[in-house]
């Protein structure tokens, strides 16, 4: 099969179009004969998880080259969600995503490449670059720049504990912790580069990529900072150009994205989530990722499972566990490893590097006697607690590996951490088209909750009634216009789960929303309710005071109000204003465009096509 880049690397045509290759670096002798295998770098010194990616990218083009490629980088953007957090900047991280998957769409087509690496690493922008890997479905492999280490925080009584980014954010809300020690947060949390400890959305997303078979073991789990970080780079880089050359010379199609990322790969991604209790994003962006690949994988797939599967893996911020523990005990691969021998994995799957997934799991889950040294090798990189932004600064490892799946920080499916799966949907009146809760982080105590609604209309409104104190024990908060349309953007709300629990209610109070919550948040925290209130969902209709029904359980989320009282409401909101957000917000252009287009979450947010094909006239 020619490779794609064959037209303009041969005959008088493209004689133009090959000069400027020479100019950028390529050599004339590689011409038509190696693949062009672009990398698409989210290299950003805004974001921690991205700072040190400028150094990734050259151990993979020098991999790439290597190997027999020729490598041609290109950047994206990457939004910080903690910096953009609790103000107008978040309405831009979702819409991100679409930006960066079009991105490296128009790169990649535009320069003829034949391969594709995707260095990603945090919350929206592994999802971005997996859709454009499906929608391109060209050889591809993604290779995150790594989790943070966890931070230690002395405080002024003398105390030291392991923190991350969102024990700042608690103590902020905390009118206990003095500016003394609240400083003390600040400076310790973040201490290396990498996407912020704990299985926040970052890190869930590049577990999910590994899970789904796009990335080699060791890439949801590795510290960002450890040694053993670049040989996965070095990996990644050399098998772009082997996938390249099995694609072009032999013909090969089941190393093509869309072979690898079938249904039976995304329920088994989704599978792994459920049990390790992921970020409730990644419902949304699975979701996005699907519909890129055509696959028919929807919200009613992920209901499915999660009715099935325990949360076997409790990691921070809904477990004591942090990235490093879960590596310890074999990292993705142990916990495909347990749902396994659980029979809850579908077979018929394969990856980028393996041609089935038990003989993956034959090489890389810890629990099997098959198990390579390398792989064991592999999982006992620990933390080397060195304060620094660069990546690869030590070799540190655990004297053993985490092999208990009773008390350790995976379990085994006899003996899982919460008899629940870590991810729930919920659908009633409230939400028709569904909803999702992170049941591994809410306290089994008010897995049922019945209370009055207090309503705002903005995370704005939202932060001012909590950390205004208005916000009483058994209210149900319920934030709305805040979801991919009305919001425009779907903002990720972690300000106001950390404030609740900042003031000390997280536990006796509900939260709800059409928009979403951060990977680091816990509690009884509802998200994507659909359809949500700007596309005439019931959620614009709730009224302050109107009683709130949660059972988890029983997967329902219900107003109590009657139909009858439903549609007078309804009738009287059209009448007037209409579905429009009570706040103070400029919305720019840019959002606006995205508005246009966004369907609700239960579609992952994402442009609606058959609006998009009407408008342009095109087939």
């Known amino acids: 099969m020619q490779m794609r880049s064959h037209n303009i690397m041969t005959g008088r045509m493209f004689a133009g179009a090959r000069a400027l290759y020479r100019a950028a670096g390529v050599a004339g002798d590689d011409l038509g004969r190696k693949p062009i295998v672009a990398i698409a770098n989210s290299f950003s010194e805004f974001v921690p998880g991205h700072v040190h990616l400028n150094k990734v990218g ?54 003829c490449a034949d391969a594709l690496i995707c260095i990603s690493n945090c919350d929206k922008i592994t999802p971005g670059m997996l859709m454009a890997a499906l929608r391109l479905n060209i050889p591809t492999i993604f290779v995150s720049g790594g989790p943070m280490e966890a931070g230690e925080t002395t405080l002024s009584d003398g105390t030291t504990q392991t923190t991350d980014l969102i024990d700042v954010m608690y103590a902020s809300a905390d009118d206990d912790v003095s500016d003394e020690d609240l400083l003390a947060y600040e400076k310790t949390v973040c201490p290396t580069c990498g996407s912020c400890a704990g299985m926040f959305t970052a890190n869930s997303m590049n577990c999910l990529t590994e899970a789904l078979g796009l990335a080699l073991p060791g890439n949801g789990t590795t510290l960002a900072s450890h040694g053993y970080r670049r040989q996965l780079f070095e990996r990644a880089g050399r098998m772009a150009v082997q996938l390249a050359h099995r694609y072009y010379d032999e013909d090969d199609e089941s190393v093509l994205p869309r072979c690898i990322a079938t249904k039976h790969a995304f329920e088994n991604a989704m599978t792994m989530d459920v049990a390790m209790g992921g970020s409730t994003n990644t419902v949304l962006h699975i979701l996005a990722a699907a519909q890129s690949a055509d696959v028919d994988f929807t919200l009613d797939d992920i209901e499915r499972i999660s009715h099935t599967v325990p949360c076997i893996c409790k990691a921070s911020p809904s477990g004591d566990w942090e990235i490093p523990d879960v590596h310890r005990a074999g990292g993705i691969c142990g916990i495909l490893g347990e749902l396994d021998r659980a029979g809850k994995l579908n077979q018929d799957v394969h990856s980028v590097d393996y ?38 600064t030590h070799e540190t490892l655990s004297n053993d590996l985490d092999t208990d799946r009773v008390n350790g920080a995976i379990h085994d499916i006899e003996h899982p951490a ?39 209309e903005s995370q704005e409104q939202a932060v001012d009634v909590i950390l205004g104190d208005k916000l009483k024990k058994g209210e149900a908060l319920v934030i709305r216009y805040e979801g991919p349309k009305g919001g425009p953007g779907m903002q990720e709300m972690l300000y106001p789960t950390s404030f609740v629990k900042g003031k000390g209610i997280g536990k006796d109070v ?20 659909a359809p949500e209130a700007a596309n005439k969902g019931p959620i614009a209709l709730i009224r302050d005071g109107d009683i709130i029904d949660i ?64 408008l342009s006239g095109l087939a």
């Not at 008899?419 to 008010?446: M, S």
Request: charged fraction near 25%; aromatic fraction near 6%; charge should be neutral.
């Open 58 to 111: 050259r151990v993979v083009s020098n991999a790439v080259k290597e190997a027999g490629g020729i490598p041609r980088e290109f950047n994206t953007i990457a939004v910080d969600d903690g910096i953009a957090m609790g103000h107008t900047g978040m309405l831009y991280s979702l819409p991100s995503r679409d930006i960066i998957a079009d991105a490296i769409e128009y790169s990649v087509n535009a320069h």
């Open 355 to 392: 041609p089935t997934l038990q003989a993956k799991l034959n090489d890389w889950d810890i629990m099997r006697s098959s198990c390579l040294p390398e792989a064991k090798e592999l999982y006992r990189a620990a933390p080397g607690h060195i304060t620094s932004p660069e990546p690869f």
């Open 418 to 456: 919460v008899t629940e799966g870590g991810l729930a949907i919920l659908r009633g009146n409230l939400a028709p088209d569904g909803c999702v809760v992170k049941t591994a982080g809410v306290p089994q105590n008010i897995w049922k909750f019945h209370g009055p609604a207090r309503v705002v």
């Open 510 to 529: 509900a939260l709800i929303t059409d928009g979403r919550y951060s990977g680091g948040s816990s509690g009884l925290s509802i998200g994507h309710v």
């Open 551 to 614: 059972d988890i359980p029983a997967r329902s989320i219900n107003v109590e109000l009657t139909d009858e009282q439903f549609e007078q409401r309804r009738r009287e909101l059209e009448a007037g204003d209409g579905y429009v957000a009570h706040r103070d917000r400029k919305v720019s252009l840019a959002l606006k465009a995205y508005a246009a287009f966004a369907r609700s979450a239960d579609k992952g947010a994402t442009r609606d096509p058959d609006l998009i094909n009407k």
